[in-house]
């Protein structure tokens, strides 16, 4: 605290020092879309991780990409080779199209008027959209009128979902900020109090992306930093520097000198902020240890480094302006200043009068909207997830709905030996019985490998004299087969009837998984599945069983927080049941939207497990903000009294206007962000925006005191022994001055 101190006193050097900073990482965060990849849903130490590890050691990462032609037959059969031979050519790419070998590969014509060719390239990660670019520029240039091509694969859905998302959270930037200045200038009624968290709020998305991109640099970071480092910049700086605002007007009316009500502010607010900031910071890399894979990282490292940022501008760089401002802030008010005993103390007062009345009716419609979440469907990224105007979209459906919806996320099976070929006869009879006998399976479209299955009969490729070169001569081969370090690998692709998220795909998982062993013995080789469907189907349900945990890790350590900051076990009981309570509401307003056929709001009929991780993450941690602000006022005043009630009102009436502004705050940059087009940042908002509307309303300023009311004064109980083992933590400085702090 003197350090900080120091900082007010030095305050034009401190804010001299803040926007140099604030403009480095702002000029860093001009490259940031350079600096982020797609998405990616391999999740580590799954089944088929370990089957991509071996597969990418042999074959390298690769995007598979299908190609749809539909024309005439004629000129299908002129244009199609032309094409084959010319994405050949391209180098590094595998091709395996209907007119290879001068004889009709049959799963990939299923009629005289369409055609599948079948691509595969390097590529950093299988959501990347370098290869699907090259891939389409190619095809550009060699289909033509009136052949029409349309092209899939999660690597041009991957890169399409990029791009979407840098320009949804642009869209979502100027909605918001116009909406953020005309509610603070509600809650402060000063155009220049109103201007000081607007400008940390827009400061700490810049610098944000300046330093995520940097992050970047170091681990990948996936596309879904974007909404997140705009999203939570402007609500964290904005609801930060809110605080600090509000307590320094506080100050000042008590009669304190400008640098000292700065000073004051940073030691009472300022230690409210640094310590819901680093809460939230704890609370993301508890996710990150939960939740394996880039996706969550990326998320959770972008709200911590945001939350780093808005929480140091808060306690620094606000004070010292505030300061420099001194008695300036409130020049051209509007309106009279809010005084105590206001309507906040009357309705704390009207809630503990009627106790099961007030919370019996704020209660029952968060119940109500809490049950449609116990039959929320969750699944993984899809093309539909694209705005309904994306190319990329219409293209992949076009191709799901003239092949079937397995080509676009197929499995791929590989066998690999550690030396010596895999293509000897009895290996590849071996793999054409196999491909025979999982032909006729009824979740099974199409198979394609070393081996032809397409009449039953199964038609081993004997000639090896090219095995050094990648392949044999059948072009099946040469698509399926590879070598590394004098061993030799196979892949057999596997397409399913159905999408990634219907239950038919799932279950060909398992069935494909518990036949590897009979495959690894058959063909005396290491087998696995892998391959878009598989990382989605392991995402799935590696991701969705890590919820409850990531549930109960959260609510476990918000309880322990609060018992040491508030010295009681019953309030943070309370507190956690309530919080509970408000995600089970989020959760339900993003089922009633999203999930079912057709959705409420679009997208592919279910919520996305991620966004639902990070939804309850963030609301977990983000609601620490209200409880300190409201629970810590209340615990001084008790200690100061002995007296429930007065103390419960006295805490609702000096923080109800705040946190209801910090909460119209954060609801509108999540109101905006819910206008995106792209589904998996649409979902998020609105559930974020349900969570903290209701929570900083409903829950806060009704079930709290309902509740507190109800318990009496066990509600600050705590056992001696324990309350001498505690720190003891004060969140009000040193002084006792204030018997109502922050």
């Not at 005084?339 to 109500?368: D, I, K, N, S, T």
Request: net charge neutral.
């Amino acid at each position: 605290m003197r350090w900080a101190a120091a900082a007010v006193r030095h305050r034009r050097l401190t804010l001299a020092v803040w926007i140099v900073l604030t403009l480095i990482l702002a000029v860093q965060g001009l490259s940031f879309g350079e600096r982020i990849t797609p998405s990616s849903l391999d999740v580590p130490g799954t089944s088929s991780a370990r089957a991509q590890a071996v597969a990418d050691r042999y074959f390298g990462t690769e995007a598979s990409i299908p190609v749809l032609l539909e024309g005439p037959r004629a000129e299908l059969d002129e244009q199609g080779p032309e094409l084959a031979a010319a994405l050949r050519a391209n180098g590094g790419l595998r091709v395996l199209s209907p007119w290879d070998g001068g004889r009709l590969v049959p799963e990939l014509r299923p009629r005289g008027s369409a055609a599948l060719v079948l691509v595969a390239g390097q590529t950093r990660n299988t959501f990347a959209s370098g290869i699907g670019k090259d891939v389409r520029t190619v095809v550009r240039a060699r289909v033509q009128s009136p052949v029409r091509a349309s092209m899939s694969g999660f690597s041009v859905i991957g890169g399409e979902l990029k791009d979407a998302s840098l320009r949804a959270a642009h869209d979502a930037e100027r909605l918001a900020i116009p909406l953020l200045a005309l509610i603070l200038l509600l809650v402060f009624r000063s155009p220049i109090a109103a201007l000081v968290p607007a400008i940390f709020g827009i400061a700490a998305v810049e610098s944000g992306y300046g330093a995520v991109g940097l992050l970047g640099e170091l681990r990948p970071i996936s596309d879904v930093a974007t909404a997140l480092t705009s999203m939570m910049g402007l609500a964290l700086g904005v609801d930060y520097s809110l605080l600090l605002v509000s307590r320094f007007r506080e100050e000042l009316a008590r009669g304190l000198a400008p640098v000292d009500a700065a000073i004051a502010a940073q030691g009472t607010a300022g230690r409210t902020v640094l310590f819901a900031g680093v809460t939230l910071v704890v609370a993301m890399l508890a996710a990150i240890l939960l939740t394996p894979g880039d996706f969550l990282f990326s998320a959770a490292a972008s709200v911590a480094t945001v939350a780093i940022i808005s929480m140091v501008g808060a306690f620094l760089a606000v004070p010292a302006l505030l300061a420099l401002l001194g008695t300036n802030l409130d020049r051209w008010s509007i309106g009279q200043a809010p005084h105590e005993g206001g309507r906040w103390a009357a309705l704390a007062e009207g809630v503990q009068r009627r106790p099961l009345l007030w919370g019996g009716a704020a209660l029952a419609p968060l119940v109500a909207l809490s049950l449609p979440a116990l039959a929320l469907d969750t699944g993984p990224l899809d093309a539909r997830a694209l705005p309904a105007s994306s190319v990329a979209r219409a293209e992949a459906q076009r191709v799901a709905s003239t092949m079937g919806p397995g080509w676009a996320a197929p499995f791929e099976v590989y066998i690999a030996t550690r030396s010596g070929p895999v293509t000897t006869e009895a290996r590849l009879n071996a793999m054409a019985r196999w491909q025979a006998g999982i032909a006729r399976w009824p979740e099974v479209a199409a198979v394609i490998g070393p081996g032809d299955t397409a009449a039953g009969q199964p038609a081993p490729l004997r000639d090896e004299r090219r095995r050094t070169g990648g392949g044999v001569d059948d072009p099946r081969a040469n698509f399926a087969v590879s070598h590394e370090s004098g061993g030799q690998a196979a892949r057999i692709t596997v397409v399913p009837t159905t999408g990634p998220n219907d239950a038919p795909t799932r279950q060909l998982d398992k069935r494909l998984n518990a036949d590897m062993d009979d495959l690894s013995r058959a063909t005396d080789a290491q087998a696995g599945t892998a391959g878009i469907a598989a990382h989605l189907t392991d995402h799935q349900e590696t991701l969705g069983g890590r919820l409850p945990w990531l549930i109960a890790a959260l609510s476990g350590v918000t309880f322990l927080v609060l018992v040491v900051l508030l010295h009681a076990i019953v309030l943070p009981l309370i507190s956690v049941a309530l919080n509970l309570l408000t995600v089970g509401a989020s959760f339900g307003a993003v089922a009633l939207c999203f999930d079912g056929a057709p959705p409420l709001l679009g997208g592919p009929g279910w919520a996305d497990t991620l966004s639902l991780l990070g939804t309850f993450t963030i609301v977990f941690a983000l609601s620490l903000d209200y409880q300190v602000f409201i629970l810590t006022r209340m615990r001084e005043s008790w200690l100061s009294h002995r007296q429930l009630r007065p103390a419960i009102t006295h805490a609702i009436d000096r923080t109800g206007r705040v946190v209801t502004g910090a909460a119209a705050i954060m609801g509108g940059v999540f109101i905006a962000f819910s206008t995106a087009e792209l589904t998996t940042i649409k979902q998020t908002g609105v559930g974020l925006a349900t969570a903290v509307l209701i929570d900083a309303t409903l829950v806060r300023l009704i079930l709290l005191p309902a509740a507190t009311s109800l318990v009496g004064p066990a509600t600050f109980w705590l056992p001696k022994w324990l309350d001498r083992l505690l720190p003891n933590f004060n969140l009000d400085g040193p002084t006792k001055a204030d018997t109502s702090p922050t």
